[in-house]
Structures are given as C-alpha cells and as structure tokens.
C-alpha cells in the first residue's frame, strides 16, 4: 500500500464558501466542553458553520447550558452507551457529513483552540487534490518533542524529533485526530472509521483506510498543536526514559486493535511482524516500567486472544458509570 500522494494546487477563487464544522468529543466533560464553548463563543470571527458535540452517557448539564443561553449554532447529541474514542469520531464525521459540512475540524474535550492552526490546515485542505485529512505538527509537551509517527506506514514505536521539520507539509498514512480537519467527501462515500475498535488505534486505521481509497494526508508543519498526551519520566541507573503514561485497560485495547488492524490491512506484508514486535516491547516496558505489572499482562494476554478471535468493541473495562436517564 504506497502512500496516496498529495498534489497542491492553486485554489480557485470561484469556489464556494467552504461549510466547516467543529465537532468536539466528550464523556462525561461537562466543565470542559462549557468552558471550550465560551471560548468560540468570544472569538470575533469565527471558521466555524456550527458547533457539534458528541458525548457518551451525558448528564444533561451541557444541553441545558445550551438552551439557557440560547447558542443556536451548537448541536448536541448524546448516547446512552460509551461510544469510545473510535465510535464517537465516527459520529461526529458521520453527522457533520450528513448535514452538509465540507470540513470537520475534530478536536478532544481537552484539546486548545488556535484560530492559526485551524486556518493554516484549511489553507492546506483547499489547495489539496482529493484530500482526506489534513494533520497539524503535534507537539508532546510530555515528551518535549514533535510527533512524526504518521508519517510512516506501519506502527513503529513512535517517530519524535526534537526540531521542527522544515518543509512545508509532510505527506503522512495518519495521525491524530485530535486537531485534525477531515475533509467529509469519504464519510458521504461510506468510509467512516470503524467503531468496533471502541478505543485505540483509530486514528491509524481511518488514516489507513483513507490511504487505502486514494485520499492524500499530510502534516502541516506550520500549524503547531500542542498535545498533552500523558508521558511519565522513569528514572534507572542507566538513565532517564519517558513512557508512555495510560491506565491499564488501555494495555487491551492497543494490543487488540492492532491486530485487528492488521488482519486487513494485507498490503503491509510487515505489518503482522510489526504488531509481534509491539508485543514483545509491551512486555518489556511493562516488566521493566509500568506498575500494576500483573494487571497489565492479564490484560496484553486477553488483548491477543481477543484480537485473533476478531472480538470487537468494548470489553469489561474500563467500568462506565450509571447512565444518567
């Protein structure tokens, strides 16, 4: 599977106004999404058609805020059960796509709104041939270093580098969805991202299926997005490491998913060699890194078996809380 090339060229004036839609993602984020409200809210101009928010198991605080300041441009939807991270960008492609938006400029709960950034990837998306996604240079700020992992085409370990890349765009398979600004050409022909992932790996397995149908994708170097993707520093008498900081049912997940992914995903004739790989790392990190070692391997073993048996979304953890009626 070669990587869709992007082309660029000149837009054309006479096209119309692009219909842009930014949907949020949230589980139970209520003090996060009304303030991430305001914030657009107040922005003197804003890039935006309309405001969507997809939520899990929602408490109804977000609606009623909704309707007492009377935001008419904000759509919420929520579900009675846990969409995951998967399911819920799904939705949110899926219902921007169906009302008509152009773009769907995806961010988390958490994730910061910069009116730069969201500029710079429209700027990209309109001067691409049949494009997909459009990326910003992700910045860990766990990490201290800008994230090129998407760039390649199977999941390695993580690609960092401390300087920011120099051209103007990097064509890339995937990267994360968080800031990122889907075109809704794929969602209208049916490609959407699969929601029996539940949680983990999304991001790649869109970006593969994108790649897949000859959508390009790029990283836009000028558009910097910072993430605070959780890393912890791990100090050793050989020196200091930085891991990645996720709670353990994430072990399940990241490891089913993967071969998930990679059953069809034939193309990468390494692919089954790489998620072996991921495997044996996972051991080692958890052995040598993680705490609540024995939780973790129960759950990297069920994650394997689960994953050769082709089982599909959400298992028994993480528990969810009480849906509120």
Known sequence: MAVATAQYHKPNATLKVPIVWLAISSFRNDPEIARKLEDVQ???????????????????????????????????????????????????????????????????????????????????????????????????TGAGAYNITGSRKVPLPAKL???????????????????????????????????????GWEDLDYGLRLNSQGYSQVIACNAIFEDNYEYARVDTPTGH?????????????????????????????????VVAMRVVLECLVILFFRPDKRRRFRYLTRGVIDGLRKRTGKWIVPVDPVRVP
């Not at 064509?171 to 809704?184: K, M, P, R, V």
């Not at 930085?242 to 998930?260: F, G, H, Q, S």
């Open 161 to 199: 580098v401390s300087e920011r890349p120099s051209p103007d765009y990097i064509e890339a398979f995937w990267s994360s969805c968080n800031g990122a600004l889907y075109s809704t050409e794929p969602a209208r022909c049916g490609i959407l991202p699969d929601n029996g992932l539940w949680h």
């Open 241 to 273: 490491y930085r891991v990645v900081d996720k709670p353990a049912w994430i072990t399940y997940y990241m490891i089913r998913n993967l071969i998930l992914i990679a059953r069809w995903a034939r193309p990468f004739l390494v692919f089954p060699g």
């Open 42 to 140: 107040r922005l003197p101009q804003r890039p935006f058609d309309h405001i969507l928010i997809v939520d899990s198991m929602g408490t109804g605080a977000i609606p009623a805020l909704i309707e007492r300041l009377g935001w008419s441009d904000v759509i919420y939807r929520s579900y009675d059960r846990n969409l995951g991270a998967a399911g819920n960008l799904r939705e949110r492609l899926r219902i921007a796509a169906e009302a008509g938006a152009d773009f769907v400029y995806a961010l988390n709960h958490d994730g910061p709104l910069l009116l730069d950034v969201i500029h710079s990837l429209l700027d990209h998306a309109l001067r691409l041939n049949r494009v997909g996604a459009v990326y910003p240079l992700s910045y860990l």
